[in-house]
Structure formats: structure tokens, C-alpha cells
């Protein structure tokens, strides 16, 4: 594609889209009507020249991803409850309280538990190295096998559903294809610059990162490990940004495959109603660039 990149992710009965100056939520309300909402984006992306440089921008990138996000993805569970008594409204310090668990849960499990495991090995693995690559291992195991047993669940296959819908619309888009149901079905709901391949990569280019590591003691092992998150994802955004600019090189598909592949937990088929919805978000995400942009 030669125009600008638009991507999102999924929310409760919904779509988020990010433009280039616009923010874009579009999400099918209980009484089955669409709601839509967008704002301007207001981004360190358009305002600093550091933020714009490599191995910066990534992290940039994936902060206001986080912020954006967790914002739009309560007010999508909002709109879920608009009609429910205020008794049963979890409110911002529920839903705050429940991000700051969901955080909490993803590094005890991704990062506590493979660490873990391995000091427990250290009497007949003595070398670090091998204790390094071994926590890697078990740590895409873990990543995989959590994805896969989410899955399962109901109310998180509508969403992964929707993700299908998110990537299927941009595909569209950037083909030049018109936004409606008959041609944006036509495409995969697996897409290069998808957040799913940017935790595989994360992950990834974490082993390589640990494999070198000195283990000394708990503490130190583990802050070590947090701070080096930081430049982990960078560099990792500079590789997903990479592929998903040259994916049409048999040899850069074959690097992101593992991705895609990924992808086949992470998304599923949706039915016409989301893709509609998934339309919505982008098209309110393109007005809202178009306004931008005019004079």
C-alpha cells in the first residue's frame, strides 16, 4: 500500500481504529444499533522529531496503544451496560482495578513463572545460558498455550472475532476495495502489522536479549528483565514495522509466518453484523483524517 497505515484492535462488540489525527470506536450497542464515536488524536508522533526516530518511535507507539486502548476498551463495556442499572456499573476504579490485575497477572505468568522454573533446574543445568534459552522456551509456550486456552472461551471468540473483522476491513482498504460486507469478506483475518505478531516478536527477540544474562540473585534477575522490556519492544516494532513493508519478499514471509500463524488463535471468521461495525470504526476514523487535514 502507498497511502498511510491504519490499524486498531478489538473491543467488547466492537472495533477501535487509529488514524493518523483521528482515534475511531465504533461498537454494536444491545438493542443493536451501532454506536459511533471518534476524537482527535492527539499524538507525540506529530509534534516531536525524536519521537519519529527508530527504536523511539516503537516505544511511543505502544504507550499510547496501552492508553488509548484500556480507554477505549471501557467505554466499549459502557456502552455494553448504557442501559443497565448504576448498581451493576463497575465504574472507572472497577475497571482500573481490573487492568492494574490483568498487568499483574501477565508478568507473574510470562515472567515470574518461566524464571521460576528454571532457578529450579539450576542444580543440573548449571549454565546460565542454557537456563536462559530454557526460560525463553517455556515462556512461548506459555504465551501460545494462554492464547489458545482463552480461546475457548465464548465472550472472548466474539472478540477475536471482531479482531478478524479489524484486519479484514484494513485489508480492504488498503487495497482499494470498497468498505461494505461482500468485498471485505473476501479477505484473511490474519494482517502483518497485527499487535498478536508484535507479542510473538517481543517474546522472540526476548530470548535472544536473556540468552547472555548473568543470573546473580531474584531481585536483580527479574528487575533486569523488566528493564529490559523497553528496548525489547523497539526493537521488536522496527522488525513487525519491517515486515509488514516488505511482505511481499518469500523470504520476509517466511520470518513473519510464525505471526500469522499465531493469528489463526487470535482471530476468527465474523459474521456480516461485525464487519459492519468494523466498516463503521474505520469510516469514522477516515472522516475524521479527512476534517484534519482540510483546510
Same mark, same amino acid.
Given at each position: ?25 465504533a461498537c454494536?450497542r ?6 459511533r464515536?471518534?476524537?482527535t488524536l ?23 496503544s ?17 442501559d ?7 465504574g ?15 508478568? *507473574?505468568?510470562f515472567? +515470574? ?6 532457578? @529450579?533446574? %539450576?542444580a543440573? #543445568?548449571?549454565?546460565?545460558? /542454557? !537456563? ?5 522456551l ?10 489458545a ?10 472478540v477475536f ?17 470498497p ?14 502489522r ?9 517474546v522472540l ?33 522496527? *522488525?513487525?514495522?519491517? +515486515?509488514a ?5 518469500? @523470504?520476509? %514471509?517466511?520470518? #513473519?509466518?510464525?505471526?500469522? /500463524? !499465531? ?8 459474521d456480516a453484523?461485525?464487519?459492519e461495525?468494523?466498516?463503521?470504526s ?11 487535514a482540510?483546510?
Amino acid at each position: 500500500m502507498s497511502g498511510p497505515a491504519y490499524g486498531g484492535q478489538a473491543v467488547i462488540e466492537g472495533v477501535l481504529i487509529r488514524g493518523q489525527r483521528t482515534l475511531a470506536l465504533a461498537c454494536r450497542r444491545p438493542n443493536g444499533s451501532i454506536y459511533r464515536y471518534r476524537e482527535t488524536l492527539s499524538s507525540a508522533l506529530q509534534t516531536s522529531r525524536v519521537a519519529k526516530l527508530p527504536f523511539v518511535r516503537g516505544v511511543v507507539v505502544l504507550w499510547e496503544s496501552l492508553v488509548h486502548g484500556t480507554r477505549m476498551l471501557m467505554r466499549s463495556a459502557d456502552i455494553q451496560l448504557e442501559d443497565a442499572p448504576a448498581s451493576e456499573k463497575p465504574g472507572t476504579v472497577g475497571m482500573t482495578g481490573a487492568l492494574v490485575a490483568a498487568i499483574g497477572f501477565a508478568l *507473574l505468568i510470562f515472567v +515470574g513463572i518461566p524464571y521460576a522454573t528454571t532457578q @529450579l533446574l %539450576r542444580a543440573t #543445568v548449571p549454565s546460565s545460558t /542454557a !537456563l536462559n534459552v530454557i526460560e525463553g522456551l517455556i515462556r512461548i509456550a506459555l504465551l501460545i498455550g494462554y492464547v489458545a486456552a482463552i480461546s475457548l472461551l465464548p465472550d472472548i471468540r466474539r472478540v477475536f472475532a471482531y479482531h478478524g473483522a479489524e484486519h479484514m476491513t484494513i485489508h480492504a482498504y488498503e487495497h482499494g476495495d470498497p468498505l461494505d460486507a461482500t468485498h471485505v469478506s473476501r479477505y484473511p483475518t490474519a494482517h502483518p502489522r497485527c499487535g498478536t505478531a508484535f507479542l510473538l516478536i517481543v517474546v522472540l527477540v526476548a530470548v535472544v536479549a536473556f540468552t547472555f544474562m548473568p543470573r546473580t540473585n531474584l531481585v536483580v534477575d527479574l528487575v533486569a528483565r523488566l528493564a529490559l522490556v523497553i528496548p525489547v519492544a523497539a526493537v521488536s516494532y522496527e *522488525l513487525l514495522r519491517f +515486515g509488514a513493508n516488505h511482505e511481499a519478499d518469500p @523470504l520476509v %514471509r517466511a520470518l #513473519v509466518w510464525p505471526g500469522l /500463524a !499465531l493469528q489463526g488463535i487470535t482471530t476468527r471468521q465474523p459474521d456480516a453484523s461485525m464487519i459492519e461495525v468494523a466498516v463503521a470504526s474505520l469510516e469514522e476514523a477516515l472522516a475524521g483524517d479527512a476534517e484534519a487535514a482540510a483546510p
